[in-house]
């Protein structure tokens, strides 16, 4: 077989690139593994929207509430349910006003903060949690292991919407308890995904090298196994905070998650759900807010599934060398 791939002087534009060579090399060689990155994603125009407007969403829950939040709260009887688009009553109104005249691009920016931060708190602390129970069952001995995957088959058993029901009607609504139990429902995910990843892994001939040349079991975890095993994280996470967007979403418009004067996309909907036939767009813009930031994640979480897999990731380094 020709080695000549290999022993090349320099790589030039025309050169193709295998999927072979793609896999040998790792995320960070040749130029910066940012750059890198960024090329692949560049090659995958919908991936690339996702994740600006990903960006746009995390800058207006961020600084959002420094500049919006007087207008947001500032109540205006005179534009109540204003419709949208007319502009008379100025930019804030573009996309309407609510029950109470106040403009909704405002308490939407404003919502993104709530929304954002209990999603990112519920994921967060699941993956926290599952992750590190999922490490000491993959690599702990056999009845530590099956005593940890017994907790987690008995908090799958209560299908996870209900349970948020069941202690948000005994506790009082709040951020922090609706981090709480979304938070709890998650965990399994991570800790099921975290030990099969594990079991696989510490089968490598790396870890067992490590392994025979007197690593402590705290180094093998978390220098050879826990890297290999957080891209597939990752990738979980991203998917999981659409979902825990829809979850909290859904217990706002029942009434039981975030009250007011608290706000959130999903309280926005529930609000609006009384005008739907004389001012649609009160609960339709926060809706649309919803639908695109799940959908971004989406779009984004099987564009990191390609990016982060080794065996796949030439196909995206193909498209990033077609447009450059």
Known sequence: MSNSTTH???????????????????????????????????????????????????????????????????????????????????????????????????????????????????????????????????????????????????????????LAVIVLYMLAPSIGNLVLVLAITRIPIYLRTTRAEVLEVRKRMFVQAATVMGASRRRIIFRHILPVILPTLLTIATL??????????????????????????????SQGRAYLTNAWWLAFWPGLAIILTTMSLNLLSSWMRVALNPTQRWRLEIGGKKND
Do not use: H
């Open 240 to 269: 999981d905070f659409a979902f825990v967007m829809l979850a909290e979403s859904a217990l706002s418009f029942l009434g039981i998650g975030i009250q007011a004067p608290e706000i959130t996309w999903g309280l926005m909907v």
């Open 8 to 162: 090349s002087t320099g790589p030039t534009d025309q050169q193709a690139v295998t999927p072979e060579a793609a896999v040998a090399a790792p995320v960070t060689g040749g130029p910066s593994g940012l750059r890198r990155i960024l090329r692949m994603l560049v090659a995958d125009k919908l991936a690339l929207l996702s994740a600006l407007f990903l960006v746009i969403v995390i800058l207006c829950a961020i600084l959002g509430p420094l500049f919006l939040a007087e207008m947001a709260s500032d109540t205006n009887l005179r534009a109540r349910n204003a419709p949208p688009f007319e502009l008379e009553r100025g930019f804030a109104y573009i996309l309407g006003g609510d029950a109470l005249g106040r403009p909704l691009l405002a308490r939407i920016v404003m919502a993104a903060r709530n929304t954002m931060l209990i999603a990112a708190g519920a994921v967060a602390g699941s993956m926290l949690i599952g992750s590190t129970l999922g490490l000491i069952a993959g690599y702990a001995g056999r009845w530590t292991g099956e005593v940890i995957m017994r907790l987690a088959d008995v908090i799958m058993s209560f299908p996870s919407l209900l």
